[in-house]
């Protein structure tokens, strides 16, 4: 599927997401065989000059490595440094250290057939009318140093993000919960799919008033999507149709808690999705043990292949590099 974008797009896509340099080193001399330094720098400029770029810019540190990376190629090869990459580069070392712990990442959904017509040309950061596609653009930590892990990108939040894309029947309309909502992806996506409403809800307050963010960046601000603290350790379930969390099993010391939190929404009438991404095995052999010993069962409805999926993150870096190590879960009780 992905190798149906074209060069272009895929170097869009990932500068976007702020691919490693190196990376976009990497791919640029595999896809531009003839003069590869001369295709780059160009492949970069339209990156530089696309609208999205100009509105949500990725941080200063990531362009000034991106660019010194451009520029040393561009001189092993004994080329010329074109003014587009030149300009911008000094530029980037001008500026102030300040706000280089944060940075915009944009990703893009829908069908890769029709990425080029819609966002290639400027369409900018809205959906497209008459296709299920769009763009996100999320204000992100750029190291782990910097805020809390919900203010980061996650695999397993793409991976249910897609999967909700796929089912909108599933949310429109719903009343949907999301524990441990961090930067607010799924938000953007109930909100985009026609939820009736949205609780999203995060223990940590600089994650929310970064979600709050990027709602708003997103346009997806608005009665029916409330951004709410919730603890697990001292809070209830609410009322609602559909649950959701992503990522939140990666430290089973809230489980006990977690747990007959998850137990409490199931038995007030809640379907439960829960996607994670498996980093140790003993981890998430704790969180079966006690799913059970609490009279619950947590279902695998993982779909492996992406390929037949009608909308996709489109060259989702985590997605591509993580999906073997994601699982989605349908938590019930265990009667049912
Ligand atoms: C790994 S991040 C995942 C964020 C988001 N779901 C995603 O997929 O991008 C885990 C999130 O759970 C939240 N969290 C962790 N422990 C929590 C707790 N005890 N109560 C409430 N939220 C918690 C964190 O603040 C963080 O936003």
Redesign the pocket.
Known sequence: MYSELCIEDRFLLRFWQCERPSELVKLAKVQFKHEPSFNFQEAIRKCLDHPLTKQFPPGTAYLRKLLKEVVLLAESEGSEVTEDIATPYSETLLQPEQDEGWTYKSFCYGDPHVFSQHFWRGRGNSPCPGVQGGSITLRLAQNLFEG???CH??E??FFLAEYLLNHPDLVKGKRVLE?????G?LGVILQRLGVGSACLT???DQ?LRNCLHNLHINGAEGPAIQVKH????DCHAEPCDILLG???L?DPE?FPVLVPLIGEFVRAGAEIYICTKIRQGATFAAFHQLVQDTGLRAENITCRSRDSLPVQFLECLPLQHQHQELVMHRVCCSAA
């Open positions: 809390s892990t919900g990108e996650w397993a939040g524990l441990g909502c961090g930067a992806l995060d223990g940590d994650t919730m603890q697990w350790e992503a990522d939140i990666y809230p």
